[in-house]
């Protein structure tokens, strides 16, 4: 199944992002969250808006599931409250606008989500959240070819305009996935059905996406899919198609070990929110370009462009990404990205710089730090931001692991952005793992807004039972004070 980060090409030839991190299933079930918004609302360059994020309060955040862009609400943004936590077993964020790779949408960035596989499961949580009592129930059944599952979930907290707010919705859905090899064809498919109540408004959503995929030296991938959402006041619909051919050239440069990557491919998409229809046709192709590699100060340098034409609400946008990664010793790496986005709408378009560190040095094992500078802009508005990722995982005893991270996002400037942005947002998390015992304890802060403290313990029963009691968003923080108690069984 899909989940291609930021570009069509090879995962060892990406380009540069702007700023890349993830979020693993272990840390999205010791988080002790309800919903799916909640969860991801911990990244600092995320600001919470109209039940979903945006990055750095700009338009143009794109949400995808596998690969896929999610059907967006009336507003043009993805409804993260009526996306089941349960089916989601990863994420990633990549902040920068990123046209050449995945198109009209993402101007500011892209949120994409990885949807669950493996073993049957089951999740049951209660606990209580600002006074008002909280659940969830999620089942799947299946194994690695595919499951089915469906579940129901009680209260949890919505990103909105001003943060966090605590909720008394109720939602049910319906999940399932499959994925095959046919000869020497990759098939897979995914359906979502999801329905919620908040008060007397009922708000319905779907997505259904269907892939093929094969080859050898040269790989080929075609995805389509379709989805929607209506809440009788409003409703949207999404359907897309897309074909990629991805691979390595035979022609190597003389000082590089390695040859020239190349991906082409076209999309088609045809968006309705309310009464207003937008289509879309790209046409898009990459490269990755390896100029020097194994040489003194030179262990790989990497040139990266691409560059996509759109035609869409009756206009014609060139769309372009380049940048660079030079590895000068083994663990640093330097990166660079410059790139245009455009908006869904083809409303708004703008550029991201960046100049970026990666560090992984030898020396320190488990450590990992980046540094990225990025500068954004979104038709009149204007973000400079550093973002800072640090993580460190490793023995502090005959039977014990530590692992640390912090992740900060500081705004120096923020201006005209349709919502208002911390000057700075950061998040420090520790886990501690010893024998069957895993205690997790984190602390998020942004400026302004709200903040708070999480905690978590989580007792492994056996091989396939988990006990997790959590405390979030104790000190005041976003959502209101929140209590759950989860059990995890696989079968």
């Not at 360059?45 to 143009?60: E, I, K, N, Q, T």
Request: proline residues 4%; positive net charge.
């Amino acid at each position: 199944m899909e989940f291609t980060p930021a570009s069509h090409i090879d995962a060892a030839a990406r380009p540069a992002v702007v700023t890349e991190q993830a979020l693993s299933a272990d840390t999205l079930r010791r988080r002790g969250a309800v919903l799916a918004g909640e969860a991801l609302a911990d990244w600092p360059a995320l600001v919470p808006a109209a039940r979903g994020l945006v990055v750095s309060g700009l338009p143009g955040s794109l949400v995808m599931l596998d690969g896929l862009r999610l059907a967006p609400v009336a507003s043009g943004i993805v409804d993260l409250a009526l996306l089941p936590l349960g089916v989601i077993d990863g994420a990633r964020l990549m902040a920068g606008a990123s046209g050449a790779a995945q198109g009209a949408g993402s101007l500011a960035g892209s949120i994409d989500l990885k949807m669950a596989a493996g073993e049957s499961r089951l999740l049951a949580g209660a606990g209580v959240q600002a006074g008002r009592g909280i659940g969830v129930v999620d089942l799947r059944l299946g194994g690695a070819g595919g499951w089915l599952g469906g579940g129901f979930t009680r209260g949890g907290a919505v990103p909105g305009p001003g943060g966090l707010a605590a909720s008394a919705q109720s939602r049910w859905h319906l999940a399932g996935r499959f994925e095959q090899t046919v000869g020497q064809v990759a098939v897979w498919g995914r359906g979502l059905f999801a329905s919620r109540r908040d008060g007397g408004i009922r708000s319905d959503w779907h997505d259904a996406a269907l892939g093929i995929s094969g080859g050898t030296r040269w790989q080929w991938r075609l995805a389509a899919a379709r989805g929607g959402q209506d809440d009788g006041a409003s409703s949207s619909n999404l359907a897309q198609a897309r074909a990629v051919v991805s691979g390595a050239t035979g022609l190597t440069l003389p000082a590089a070990a390695e040859p020239i990557s190349l991906a082409a491919g076209a999309e088609w998409r045809h968006l309705r929110l309310g009464g207003a229809v937008v289509r879309a046709r790209e046409l898009f192709a990459e490269a990755a370009v390896p100029l020097v590699q194994d040489r003194p100060a030179a262990e790989n340098l990497v040139a990266t462009v691409g560059v996509r034409q759109a035609w869409l609400a009756g206009r014609s946008e060139t769309l372009w990404q380049a940048g660079g990664r030079w590895e000068a010793f083994p663990g640093i790496v330097v990166r660079g990205q410059a790139g245009r986005g455009i908006d869904q709408f083809a409303q708004a378009s703008g550029t991201s710089q960046s100049l970026g560190l990666i560090a992984t040095p030898a020396f320190v094992p488990g450590f990992a730090l980046t540094l990225d500078r990025r500068w954004q802009s979104a038709g009149a508005a204007r973000v400079q931001a550093l973002d800072v990722s640090a993580s460190w995982r490793g023995r502090v005893g005959a039977n014990a692991q530590l692992a640390l991270t912090a992740l900060a996002t500081h705004h120096d400037r923020a201006d005209l952005t349709p919502l208002p942005v911390p000057r700075f947002a950061g998040l420090i998390r520790a886990t501690l793992e010893t024998g069957p015992w895993a205690v997790t304890v984190g602390v998020r802060h942004r400026a302004g807004q709200y903040g708070g403290v999480d905690a978590s313990i989580e007792r492994q029963i056996g091989d396939r039972l988990r006990l997790v009691a959590s405390v979030s968003n104790a000190g005041g923080g976003g959502g209101g004070r929140q209590g759950l108690l989860q059990l995890v069984a696989g079968f």
